[in-house]
């Protein structure tokens, strides 16, 4: 496994013409290829990656900066828009999809001077918890091939526990960064909603879609999340940065308000998490925390209020795929309806149907009041639950998910059990605030990687990583 | 407690421009009416005084200037994926009768 040193690092080697970019490249693409049977990566973006890493290096000899990520590589999600490969969402409607234009955060990404190299697997449309989903395979997670590596992000997340490559993007709408992030054992953020632009990044649930970082500590992470954050006039729902930044100096865990959410600690974790979450909380009191107990009486409801939005949005937002604009397109259509309807069904996933009829359930007339503003509603709840709990405390802490890492298949027949996977991240993004999972040790069970989430409130995030990133020391 | 049946879901399948195999349509039969029946614990919840959250951020009117601005896609580009145009348009099948 490639062991690649801090983000910080390579892009100051780099810049000082101590690492040549190409070669920076190749080592990304090589471990890729040698880790091929772990199936996280659908495609590399190899021609252009490595003409990137040309330019690059001829700017250093030029004297001039490529910036501060300068020849590092990256793995995208392939739901975002990316040049040099196509862009799926791993899903058949999509497949061969060449983008016109890129994801803004992945513009901002380049201008830095980071290099995409390959597009990672999901669960189609990122509907899922595992990249079971997947309208092509399931990725295998790196600590146990029996096992998934969480999703929908899982591809993302196992590519930076390979040493694919520094860093890589997810997205998080339900979980879907933090939760794969914990199932292997690399830190996951979610910053909070609007923090950075959805432009160019297939839509999922566009309240509560998010971008997700990877990477093995929160240094690494910092910095990136650093380059994407801002305002952008392409996605109008994007909120002002922190203009101090987010790269974080030495904290301290003296005197920091924590609590940690009591109805995630009780029936429904397993044993194993729950050692490693008391034993992370033990330190963190040891270190100065305070940590108390907070309930969020409302928040076992999270669940369902988000299976009613998120449905409900995706049916939405999937409505362009009709085999008109772009994607698989039935070729036999007596008529436009009869396109529209066999298009659908031939291009769509099981999971991405199953989501369009629950939504279009929700949203059709005559349920509207009594399932969508309703789930709304308790989503006004929510926030002002949390809102109380951050009057008493500076942070929230709990597990990520009930249990480690599970078998490939043990959900895969059961819709709704695999919803439960997500039982512990969903409410974040409904309230919209940041979130991160950092490792904090294995299960004494079956040695599988568990994650403690961290949460903070709402444009926190920059407070959030310097938890994180003092907390991670003394795990 | 919603139970759906089988003509719910075509009906639906209707809606969302999804044409359903017959082993689809029972199966969904089946799944979306215990997905609606776990989501219907939201039936009891009080939530009197409380409005809908459509979003998170607080931002309100975000505007900007109504002008063109040229970000140099070429129409050929953003049409490549079009699976069938004519005269720079996306052809689609005729709609009336």
């Not at chain 1, 013409?17 to 490249?25: F, H, I, S, W």
């Amino acid at each position: 496994m490639a062991d690649w040193e801090p983000i910080a690092d390579i892009a100051a080697k780099v810049k000082a013409g101590q690492l040549k970019a190409v070669d920076l490249v190749e080592r990304s693409l090589a471990e890729i290829a040698k880790q091929e049977s772990y199936k996280a990566i659908i495609a590399t973006t190899e021609d252009r990656a490595r003409e990137r890493a040309k330019r690059i290096d001829a700017q250093v000899a030029d004297g001039e900066d490529p910036g501060r990520l300068a020849g590092v590589p990256f793995i995208a999600k392939d739901n975002f828009l990316v040049f040099g490969a196509n862009t799926t969402a791993a899903s058949n409607i999509l497949k061969g999809f060449d983008a016109p234009y890129q994801s803004t955060v992945i513009e901002k990404l380049e201008a830095e001077g980071a290099i995409c190299v390959a597009k990672a697997n999901l669960d189609a449309f990122a509907h899922g918890a595992s990249t079971e989903n997947s309208d092509f395979f399931t990725t295998l997670n790196p600590h146990d091939t029996t096992r998934v590596p969480g999703g929908s992000s899982g591809g993302s997340a196992a590519s930076i526990a390979l040493g694919m490559a520094p860093f890589a993007l997810g997205t998080d709408t339900g979980g879907s960064t933090r939760q794969p992030g914990s199932f292997v054992g690399v830190v996951g953020y979610k910053p909070t909603y609007g923090l950075m632009s959805r432009s160019g990044i297939v839509a999922m649930a566009s309240s509560l879609d998010t971008v997700g970082t990877f990477a093995r500590n929160v240094a690494d992470a910092s910095i990136v999340i650093d380059v994407m954050a801002g305002k952008d006039e392409l996605d109008s729902t994007t909120i002002d940065r922190e203009q101090t930044g987010y790269i974080t100096v030495q904290g301290d865990l003296r005197g920091k308000k924590i609590g940690i959410i009591k109805e995630y600690m009780g029936e429904g974790l397993a044993d194993d998490v729950r050692e490693q979450i008391e034993k992370a909380v033990a330190k963190m009191r040891e270190a100065g925390a305070e940590v108390t107990e907070v309930s969020l009486p409302s928040i076992s409801l999270a669940l369902a209020v988000y299976y009613i939005l998120c449905p409900a949005e995706v049916s939405s937002n999937l409505s362009r795929f009709d085999g008109q604009r772009y994607g698989y397109s039935y070729a036999d259509a007596q008529d436009l309806n009869e396109s529209y309807t066999k298009s659908r069904e031939i291009g769509f996933g099981k999971e991405a149907k199953r989501r369009i009829m629950i939504g279009t359930y929700v949203l059709s007339s005559g349920y509207y009041d009594a399932y969508y503003k309703k789930a709304q509603t308790v989503r006004t709840k929510l926030i002002q639950e949390a809102e109380a709990a951050f009057k008493q405390v500076d942070f929230l802490i709990g597990p990520v998910a009930p249990t480690t890492a599970f078998k490939i298949g043990e959900n895969a027949n059961n819709p709704l059990a695999m919803y439960l996977a997500d039982v512990m991240t969903v409410a974040i993004n409904l309230i919209g605030v940041p979130a991160i999972s950092i490792p904090c040790g294995v299960s004494g069970e079956n040695g599988l990687p568990v994650g403690l989430q961290l949460i903070a409130p709402q444009r926190a995030d920059r407070a959030l990583l310097e938890l994180a990133k003092v907390t991670e020391e003394i795990l | 407690m919603t139970k759906l049946t089988r003509d719910d879901v075509l009906r639906l399948a209707q809606l969302a421009r999804i044409s359903l195999s017959d082993d689809e349509a029972n199966e969904f039969t089946d799944e979306l009416s215990a997905i609606l029946q776990y989501v219907e614990q939201l039936s009891s919840v009080d939530v009197s005084g409380l409005q809908p959250t459509n979003q998170v951020t607080g931002l309100t009117n975000v505007m900007r200037k109504d002008e063109v601005k040229d970000y140099g896609y070429a129409p050929h580009d953003l049409l490549k994926n079009v699976p069938k145009t004519e005269a720079n348009q996306l052809k689609v099948k005729r709609m009336i009768g």
